[in-house]
């Protein structure tokens, strides 16, 4: 008895000893992945694109916030480019600042990560905007390095800065209309009369 006591205490023991060596190997690739997002936060911040490059799979799809979708490499740089790097650019500036929501999931080679940003956009008319953005990504392991995969920005729909903006401007010139109207009206009175 003491004999299959020993053997089950060995047993648990080394698959216990192998379950830490593989949650400090997840937490090795945890603290890579949060490598690479600190990398792409900076690229972003100051804008420099081409450091995103050797973070992207070649057949990266990014979908971003305006619902526009990237299918690789060059895609991606040209969306930001015409976003924020030419003359005709919407943006005159972005910052961000990410957190992961959770620990990343491994499936092999595949880890998945979600978290959030606090976005500050400048539109090229000086307005600016802060938007709460919601991320997923996929990344693959290709070479020892995480590669992204997918990766998608979302905002809460029913909550939104851009929502509350257009709804501002479109009571402003529902406003104006009621009062064009009334003066219109008041004139074509009197004229009748």
Same mark, same amino acid.
């Given at each position: 008895?003491?004999?299959? $006591? ?18 400090? &190997? ?6 890579? #992945?949060?490598g690479k997002l600190k990398q792409? %936060?900076?690229?972003? *911040?100051? +804008? $420099?694109?081409?450091?995103? =490059?050797?973070?992207?799979? *070649?057949?990266? /799809?990014?979908?971003f916030l305006n619902g526009e ?6 895609? /991606? ?35 998945? &990560?979600?978290? =959030? ?7 090229? *008319? ?6 709460? =953005?919601?991320?997923?990504? =996929?990344?693959? +392991?290709?070479?020892? %390095?995480?590669?992204? #995969? ?11 800065? #851009?929502?509350?903006?257009?709804? +501002? +401007?479109?009571?402003?010139? &529902? !406003?104006?209309?009621?009062?064009? !109207? ?12």
């Amino acid at each position: 008895m003491r004999s299959i $006591t020993k053997r089950l205490l060995v047993l648990l023991v080394l698959c216990f000893g192998q379950h830490l060596a593989a949650e400090e &190997a997840m937490d090795a690739e945890r603290e890579q #992945l949060l490598g690479k997002l600190k990398q792409i %936060e900076t690229a972003l *911040n100051e +804008k $420099t694109f081409d450091q995103l =490059t050797p973070l992207l799979d *070649n057949e990266v /799809v990014v979908v971003f916030l305006n619902g526009e979708v990237a299918r690789g490499v060059d895609q /991606v740089k040209a969306f930001f480019n015409k976003t924020l790097g030419d003359s005709s650019a919407i943006l005159r500036d972005y910052k961000t600042q990410a957190t992961v929501g959770a620990p990343a999931r491994f499936l092999g080679d595949v880890a998945i &990560a979600d978290g =959030t940003t606090k976005d500050t956009f400048t539109f090229a *008319n000086g307005s600016e905007m802060e938007v709460d =953005t919601l991320w997923t990504v =996929t990344l693959n +392991k290709q070479d020892s %390095e995480w590669k992204i #995969l997918q990766l998608h920005f979302s905002s809460e729909f029913f909550n939104n800065p #851009l929502v509350a903006a257009a709804e +501002k +401007k479109l009571m402003m010139f &529902a !406003g104006i209309g009621l009062i064009i !109207g009334l003066i219109a009206g008041y004139f074509i009175r009197r004229r009748r009369s």
